[in-house]
């Protein structure tokens, strides 16, 4: 039997906000929370003794990545991926589908599931449902997700509903097959249906209603404006149960964080933060700043004042400045955690202004203060990130 537990330990009575207790066999998780994304059983460039040190209560592996690399029978063999990776908190996989979906031409779905090449070497693989739990279940994450549809922005209303619909049978496979493996696991249900208010409204209601002990809202932040984001949000929340943790699978943005957890909210991962990181863009309470700007050059303080990040503590800001434009490797490590710290520490922000009644005021405030980056500038990072991807290949 699974030993997963949620309570709830306040809600916002002006918004859909609130601040929960997570179990697992692995740990305890106070939400709001963000997850670090360790795509290859490894969040890059910061140890899991530096993330535990950061404030980080769970993480997120591929399971894509890692069934093609190093293999899911060789993790299972060590005992799993906590103590593959040396990471002794909880852990959730997802389910590759996105990163399925993301290889557009090398990939081909049918009622079975999918077929695709590896971008590694080319090689040919089928998901299925099943497939996916089996992976899973040799990984030995706390939290699993099932194999679903991440339908492209845009799309028509019909191929919307058709990955809808494939994604709700593929799910109720998902179930059965979990019990046969691993059943302790806990397994979360993933709410599709595009950017069409109905359909999103439906899947809600048909995976809310699923034997799942959590559920994940997937198919956002594929190029959509913000607003869009949230507007589909408004729609799913008010369909969810009340009583089954929520998670925004791979968003998190400083604003995206503070906005969600408005909007019923609980979890949250994303790559963003260790990407832009590894690139010089480091977050501070008023935005997004670029480390390897003049303005650094010959800073002696932190890189934010009243930060407590690791490298906030250790290092002038004129240093870190040097170890990102002179691309040391060490200054991927130091920039990636104080970004991780930055999210962590919001994330505990969010949760305790919930508790303590606050929350309106503190997103007001915070919103009002973090300049986000603009529509511009996110669409050109995407585009980039795109055209890496296909190099790759």
């Not at 460039?45 to 990545?65: C, D, F, K, M, R």
């Not at 991927?332 to 969010?350: K, P, V, W, Y």
């Amino acid at each position: 039997m699974s030993s997963f537990n949620f309570t709830i330990d306040a809600e916002c009575p002006d918004t859909w906000a609130r601040a929960g207790t997570v179990q697992t066999p692995h740990g305890t998780i106070q939400t709001p929370i963000f997850m670090p994304v360790g795509t290859q059983a490894t969040v890059k460039s910061v140890a899991p003794e530096e993330l535990h040190a950061a404030g980080a209560q769970i993480i997120l592996a591929n399971t894509y990545h890692l069934m093609l690399r190093p293999g899911s029978e060789l993790i299972d063999s060590f005992g799993g991926l906590h103590s593959f990776m040396q990471w002794h908190g909880p852990i959730l996989t997802d389910s590759g589908g996105f990163q399925v979906w993301s290889l557009g031409h090398l990939r081909k779905l049918n009622e079975n599931g999918v077929v695709f090449k590896s971008h590694i070497d080319g090689s040919l693989h089928t998901l299925t449902p099943e497939r996916v739990m089996q992976i899973e279940a040799e990984l030995g994450a706390d939290i699993i997700l099932p194999l679903d549809i991440c339908a492209p922005y845009p799309c028509s209303p019909a191929e919307a509903k058709k990955a809808m619909e494939w994604t709700h049978r593929w799910e109720e496979r998902a179930l059965v097959e979990k019990e046969k493996q691993r059943p302790e696991q806990t397994l979360f249900g993933i709410v599709q249906g595009a950017f069409e208010p109905e359909l999103r409204a439906e899947s809600a209601r048909v995976i809310g209603n699923m034997p799942f002990q959590g559920l994940s809202i997937g198919g956002l932040s594929v190029g959509e404006p913000k607003d869009e984001m949230w507007g589909m949000l408004k729609h799913v929340t008010p369909n969810l149960p009340r009583d089954k943790p929520r998670h925004l699978l791979g968003v998190g943005s400083p604003e995206d964080l503070v906005i969600g957890v408005g909007l019923g909210m609980d979890m949250f991962d994303c790559v963003l933060p260790t990407r832009v990181a590894r690139h010089g863009g480091l977050f501070t309470r008023d935005g997004r700043v670029s480390i390897k700007g003049a303005r650094f050059r010959t800073a002696r303080g932190p890189i934010e004042d009243g930060c407590d990040c690791y490298t906030c503590q250790h290092y002038s800001a004129a240093y870190v400045n040097h170890l990102a434009r002179a691309e040391e490797q060490l200054y991927f490590r130091l920039g990636s955690i104080h970004n991780i710290r930055f999210m962590l520490r919001l994330a505990g922000d969010l949760r305790a202004s919930i508790i303590n009644g606050t929350y309106p005021a503190f997103q007001e405030e915070f919103l009002a203060r973090y300049v986000p980056a603009s529509e511009k500038v996110r669409v050109a990072q995407r585009e980039k990130w795109k055209e890496a991807r296909d190099k790759r290949a």
